[in-house]
């Protein structure tokens, strides 16, 4: 079982409203992944790090951010929600091993804005 | 960009048969291969990977990776109804991933 969270796992809240979704892992990967998923749809990257003090965006454009300051934890932050934002966010993690490199997935944070 | 496309179903097969997941790429230089399953409301979870041409099994699950015609299949044997669920085919892109769009099992009972 890969041990990696995300807490909350639900989350209603008002439009404009700072939220901070965490994620964790005590795996020691370096590599760390944000994705958004609307519910029947595609997986889509935001966000994710290489290690410590590296951040990237991902293919899909938001208005989230992210930090890397421990191996451990990668939270998103969102400064201002939107009913836009309203969705599935799923944090994963994976260790480069030769060509086998797989991705770990948290269980999800489904935010609701209202 | 790497492309991965899957049909997206819904595939219907009845309880007990074989289902044949199949997953095309663009990028020739492809080297590893990665099924996902994930059950509605739920993360996915890795169930196989392949990195040489031909054949892997593990238990009731059979992927079948052709370098050549860039393509992976995922195969079900004596499909289950908990077996319904969508199924990810995944290519490393570098660092990250690209995931197809997924093909959404159904098995019935």
């Known amino acids: 079982e890969a041990d990696i969270y995300q807490t909350p796992r639900y989350l209603v809240i008002g439009t404009g409203k700072k939220i901070t979704l965490e994620c964790s892992q005590t795996m020691g990967h370096d590599k760390m992944y944000w994705y958004q998923q609307d519910p029947g749809m595609e997986l889509h990257l935001i966000h994710y790090s290489y290690g410590v003090n590296s951040t990237e965006k991902g293919d899909l454009s938001s208005e989230s951010t992210v930090s890397r300051i421990r191996t451990e934890h990668f939270p998103l932050t969102l400064e201002s929600a939107r009913p836009s934002h309203t969705s599935q966010y799923l944090c994963?993690?994976?260790?480069?091993?030769?060509?086998?490199?797989?991705?770990?997935f948290g269980p999800g944070t489904r935010l609701t804005v209202l | 960009q790497k492309e991965v496309e899957q049909n997206s179903g819904p595939l219907s097969v009845p309880e007990g048969a074989i289902a044949s997941l199949n997953c095309t790429y663009s990028?020739?230089?492809?080297?590893?291969f990665f099924w996902y399953r994930q059950y509605s409301g739920k993360s996915p979870e890795l169930i196989m990977f392949i990195y040489s041409n031909g054949d892997k099994e593990d238990g009731r699950f059979t992927a079948q990776l052709n370098k050549a015609s860039q393509y992976v299949s995922l195969l079900i044997r004596d499909s289950q109804p908990s077996d319904s669920a969508t199924y990810l085919c995944?290519?490393?892109?570098?660092?990250?991933?690209?995931f197809g769009p997924g093909t959404r099992l159904s098995v019935l009972p």
């Open positions: 990028d020739r230089g492809s080297q590893s």
């Open positions: 994963a993690s994976s260790e480069q091993k030769h060509i086998y490199n797989e991705q770990f």
């Open positions: 995944a290519v490393p892109n570098g660092q990250n991933f690209v």
